[in-house]
């Protein structure tokens, strides 16, 4: 047998439940971002899902002085009791929902909680509803566990939002679950009471189908735009719904690595078997650190808030202002989403035709030394996502670069 037959019998075979992930479109341009930067080019990375703040300063104490009382060991699996209080409170306090200490769990990032409640509850070929665009993670997370994600367009016409037609349609008797995620990553589009209504009042005609939220970008919404969620809209969804949430985008912690969510007992149980077998506990050191972040002063979400606001003006308007982009106001997040229909079919200075929104990203990165991320990872096209989490400085110079090479298009 020669040594190349060997290695291919003994070669590498994923899995077929990962087999139809690929590496993510973000990641792709970012490795490209990256090795063209140790080319010594001056790029500009607009794809960050990360607030350019720090962590404040009292919850790194609060870190600090964990570690010093010796808190460093495994906690109870999901969550320390004081962690679990200080979010009962924070969904008392800003979100007037009641949840017990049993209604609540906390893991390894938000990201965590939606892998326990998919691989918890989705049997092979349940369905997952999810509006596009889409944080990408939703359908791989689902697709991992074996579901079938269910993806329904929701262009800038309905505001990159739900409809309740669209709901309606959508919902088969093997429906498990609807994901909604507002403000959104990556349209930055949040849903209002008066968004929300119509919707659920589909899933209350539809008593199988469970409803998971993702409050990820709550703190993180413009131009006094109402927060609300759908548990404190609607009480009689609160028996199906999980609302998710985490420190990482409001307190600028997403190295810490803590998500949580509140939800019925029987799921919140089913989400810390997922859990026992997967990271036995969250940090104890970042559960502490979350206590501090979610009973500590919270006046300078605000001032984070505005500063945000200003950069989601500044880009909105920038775009805005070229010829052949359209782009929407977001809400909220830290995302722009523009349309980039009026730059296909035009044509490169090194005669490449733009066909897509990829192609569009990669002309940016290659000619502007911007790089952004197609729409395409997201499933939505033909837009693109910027990342206004950079320096005002940074964003004025992408867009006088964006400008000019959309200018260089024939
Ligand atoms: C919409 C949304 N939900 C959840 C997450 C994950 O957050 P965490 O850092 O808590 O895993 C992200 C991160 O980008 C996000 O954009």
Redesign the pocket.
């Known amino acids: 047998m020669t040594i190349n037959a060997t290695v291919k019998e003994a070669g590498f075979r994923p899995a077929s439940r990962i087999s139809s992930i690929g590496v993510s479109e973000i990641l792709k341009i970012g490795a490209r971002a990256s090795a063209m930067k140790r080319e010594g080019k001056p790029v500009i990375i607009l794809g960050a899902?990360?607030p350019d703040f720090d962590t404040p300063d009292h919850v790194k104490e609060a870190a600090s002085q964990a570690i010093r009382r010796g808190e460093t060991k495994y906690t109870a699996l999901d969550g320390t009791p004081e962690l679990k209080q200080a979010i009962r409170e924070k969904f008392q306090r800003e979100n007037g929902i009641a949840y017990e200490l049993d209604e609540v769990t906390v893991a390894?990032?938000?990201?965590?909680?939606?892998f326990n409640a998919m691989a918890a509850t989705v049997d092979p070929g349940n369905e997952v509803i999810i509006p596009t665009p889409y944080?990408t993670?939703y359908s791989d997370i689902v697709q991992i566990c074996e579901g079938k994600p269910v993806l329904i367009a929701c262009d800038a016409s309905s505001g990159f939002r739900l409809t309740a037609e669209k709901l309606e349609a959508a919902i088969t008797p093997r429906t498990r679950w609807v994901l909604l995620?507002s403000p959104?990553?990556p349209s930055g589009a949040a849903y209002g009471a008066a968004d929300y209504r119509p919707l659920l009042d589909v899933l209350l005609k539809h008593p199988h189908v469970w409803l998971l939220v993702?409050d990820?970008?709550e703190h993180i919404v413009y131009d006094d735009f109402d927060f609300v969620t759908p548990a404190q809209l609607e009480p009689r969804l609160k028996e199906r719904t999980l609302t998710?949430n985490?420190?990482?985008?409001a307190y600028a912690m997403?190295g810490w690595?803590?998500?949580y969510a509140g939800g019925p007992r029987e799921l919140i149980k089913a989400m810390a078997v997922v859990q026992s077998q997967a990271t036995s506990c969250p940090s104890s050191v970042s559960q502490a650190a979350s206590v501090a972040a979610l009973t500590g002063p919270q006046e300078f979400l605000k001032e984070r808030r505005q500063s945000f606001q200003r950069r989601r003006d500044l880009v909105v308007a920038g775009l805005n202002a070229i010829e052949g982009l359209d782009c929407r106001v977001p809400e909220g997040?830290f995302y722009t989403f523009s349309g980039c229909k009026g730059m296909l079919g035009r044509v490169t200075p090194v005669g490449k035709r733009i066909e897509t929104d990829a192609d569009f990203c990669a002309y940016l990165l290659e000619d502007a030394h911007v790089a952004v991320v197609p729409g395409t990872a997201f499933g939505l096209s033909p837009f693109f996502r910027i990342s206004y989490a950079t320096s005002e400085g940074e964003l004025k110079e992408a867009l006088t670069r964006i400008a000019a090479a959309c200018a260089r298009l024939a």
């Open positions: 899902g990360e390894t990032g938000a990201k965590q909680i939606l944080w993670s995620n959104s990553n993702d990820m970008y998710v985490g420190v990482s985008k997403t690595r803590i998500g997040a």
